[in-house]
């Protein structure tokens, strides 16, 4: 039985397509990801399959139960964070957790076990309201009541949106820890780099899914050779090097421009000397290995309804 | 049993949310006997110490006697003499008297003489409330004087209407105002609670982690219900209190009996709050709707302050939807005429119906998923 399906999901907010025929499956006890930036129909998917929306067409199954008509069942068996913090912050710590395992009818003790990796690191603040942790310390204790009930599909929205580098780390170590306790785990993030802690990662954009692979496969398709330039001007470069007739793609990537070009393959001696002929001294050019961004802003060009903002 | 026990989860943490908003229970506690102290003193239309006027033209026995008695009555107080009619206006601008007796020249003797004599009363017209009355308490007194001057004889017909007010002798405004105030203040403090509560989860998104949850929504609602029934009736129980000690309101009828239909009528607020809740998503819009719904139409068309007899067949319709309408007449009923349960069955019946539906239509239309 998969644990996630989704076939042709459409989401419609009046005239804005933020869901546009989106299927998805998701293997027992894989952590994957969905990559893209805001806007790009993440929040919209997780809330349909987490049977939270209604879809305004297309089908979805959660562990083989539909997400429409037996969304009780399904309630059942899955774990949520929503992207805001939704726990109740007059209550502490503690009273949150004992109050979202009464609601399944089990208790704290009772599985202790499942949450205590993560429950340890707040469990010195349990009698502290929700409202007064740290985002790190909330996020810590959202996914404990998430988990409290010993779901099989765990659904966390943008889990690591907000939070302080040390916690993001913790919370993927912990998304990664759960997979021993065979825990299906969907999660969204709008960090590319955090694509790589994934199994596998759909990469979403405009309500589309570009591509789904894991983040090795997805890098080992990128197709042509990958070239970061740099000088001491980016503006002038990337002008410069979109206005050459061979420029496939161009974007400033940090420090660097990373670069394409439409013939298979190219000296990167030639590109320098074009720069540096059109005022732009100083030119360093290496060609390096792709990254999921550079994945990804590859499939968006291609996207045919990619409008730039 | 797991229901119960999920119930009992549910029904923990709304005390805790209670109990951790110390403003909110301040106010839940609070405010309801505060308003009813304050409207109960301010809102009376009963008369006592008026201030008048006296301009005596006659300055004769006559007129001295009838001033002496209507100065010394209850209803009045003589607190100034004028020497001419033209005077009273500038008194009526000051504010310093209500009403003013203006006594014709030879008051006395043309009543020994010509068998009928001149009083005039003035009042203020803009005093819409109470000006009627003043006139009339003048009238009581000048016509018991002539009255007792005038032994009936026995050649024409007399008939003495003797004038009985039942349940409030006295005509006591406060018998009528304070359980008026006390139905406004339980229904529009206990649906405000309710929908607030629920508007607020919606707002901080707590209702969407919660809805993600196999809980039934009929637990979610009930479970709002409960704690806010125990503070509302512990705020019932101190205007009581105030009714019967403050404003010496008699309890005629069973308090067992009012005390019974007090939760009914709570439980009434409440499940109407949940309805609220389910049209509103915000807190400002919940607080809107109840204070629209609410306050004026029981004010105006519960029969709270004004009697509806008197208002178009249609307000008066929508006067019967209103639960306050029917704690109106019970309450007045218990407090005043000393009613028993049986003869207040049809109203204590209508407010079961309406907990009902107002209950059972909040869980309908309280949606499963996120609009």
């Avoid at chain 2, 209670?18 to 909110?24: F, K």
Wanted: hydrophobic residues 45%; charged residues 20%; glycine residues 6%.
């Amino acid at each position: 039985m998969t644990p996630i399906s989704a076939e042709n999901i459409v989401m419609n907010y009046g005239k804005v397509k933020a869901l546009d025929a989106v299927s998805l499956k998701v293997e027992k006890g894989e952590l994957f990801g969905l990559i893209g930036p805001d806007g790009a129909g993440k929040t919209s998917l997780i809330k349909i399959l987490g049977t939270l929306l209604l879809a305004n067409s297309g089908t979805a199954e959660i562990e083989g139960m539909d997400v429409v008509k037996q969304y009780q069942n399904i309630r059942r068996q899955i774990g949520y964070m929503p992207g805001k913090f939704s726990l109740y912050q007059d209550l502490t710590v503690e009273e949150n957790l004992n109050f979202y395992a009464s609601i399944f009818g089990t208790t704290l003790e009772e599985n202790y076990d499942l949450i205590k990796d993560i429950y340890k690191q707040i469990e010195p603040f349990k009698k502290r309201r929700a409202g007064k942790l740290s985002g790190g310390m909330k996020q810590k204790l959202a996914l404990s009541c998430a988990l409290i009930h010993k779901p099989k599909v765990l659904f966390l929205d943008e889990p690591t949106r907000g939070v302080d580098p040390v916690s993001r780390q913790d919370l993927w170590d912990m998304l990664q820890s759960l997979k021993k306790d065979n825990i299906t785990i969907l999660v969204s993030t709008a960090y590319m780099e955090e694509a790589l802690l994934c199994d596998r990662i759909s990469l979403m954009d405009h309500g589309k899914i570009l591509a789904t692979n894991s983040p090795d496969g997805l890098i080992a398709n990128f197709d042509k050779p990958l070239y970061a330039i740099r000088s001491g001007n980016s503006f002038n470069i990337i002008k410069k090097l979109k206005a050459y007739k061979h420029a496939n793609s161009v974007y400033p990537f940090g420090d660097w421009v990373h670069y394409t070009d439409k013939r298979d393959t190219i000296d990167p001696l030639e590109i320098k000397t074009y720069l540096e002929n059109n005022d732009t001294p100083n030119v360093e050019i290496k060609q390096i290995k792709a990254s999921v961004e550079d994945c990804y802003m590859s499939l968006t060009s291609k996207n045919q309804n990619y409008e730039p903002a | 049993m797991k229901n119960f026990k999920i119930f009992k989860g549910l029904v923990r943490k709304e005390f805790l949310h209670i109990l951790r908003d110390w403003r909110s229970l301040t106010m839940l506690l609070g405010i309801p006997i505060v308003l009813v102290l304050l409207f109960g003193s301010v809102m009376t239309m009963e008369i006592k110490d008026a201030n008048i006027a006296v301009v005596d033209h006659a300055k004769d026995h006559d007129s001295k006697e009838l001033i002496n008695l209507i100065s010394t009555s209850e209803f009045f107080k003589l607190v100034k003499y004028l020497d001419t009619s033209d005077e009273i206006d500038e008194e009526f601008k000051k504010g310093t008297i209500r009403m003013a007796f203006v006594f014709d020249k030879d008051f006395g003797y043309k009543l020994h003489h010509e068998g009928h004599a001149q009083i005039q009363l003035i009042a203020d017209g803009s005093k819409i409330l109470t000006s009627p009355s003043l006139i009339s308490y003048g009238k009581i007194i000048i016509n018991k004087h002539i009255a007792s001057k005038n032994p009936p004889s026995r050649a024409g017909y007399y008939i003495i209407p003797t004038v009985r007010m039942m349940y409030n002798k006295n005509l006591n405004g406060r018998y009528m105002t304070v359980p008026g105030i006390m139905s406004t203040v339980i229904l529009l403090v206990g649906a405000l609670m309710t929908s607030l509560s629920i508007t607020k989860e919606k707002e901080l998104g707590t209702l969407e982690l919660l809805l993600s949850t196999p809980i039934n929504r009929f637990l979610i609602m009930f479970a709002k219900i409960v704690p806010y029934l125990i503070t509302s009736f512990i705020s019932a129980l101190s205007i009581i209190w105030a009714a019967k000690y403050v404003f010496e309101v008699p309890v005629s009828g069973s308090m067992g009996l009012l005390l019974l239909n007090t939760v009914l009528y709570i439980l009434t607020a409440l499940a109407l709050g949940l309805l609220i809740s389910t049209f509103a998503n915000s807190q400002l819009t919940a607080m809107m709707i109840t204070m629209t719904l609410l306050m004026l139409p029981t004010e105006v068309l519960s029969g709270m302050t004004f009697p509806t007899d008197s208002l178009p067949v249609v307000l008066q319709w929508l006067g019967k939807l209103l639960p306050s309408t029917w704690f109106n007449i019970i309450s007045k009923g218990i407090l005043l005429q000393g009613a028993k349960g049986g003869s207040l069955f049809f109203e204590t019946a209508m407010l079961v119906i309406m907990v009902m539906v107002f209950y059972f239509w909040s869980v309908i239309r309280f949606k499963p998923r996120l609009q």
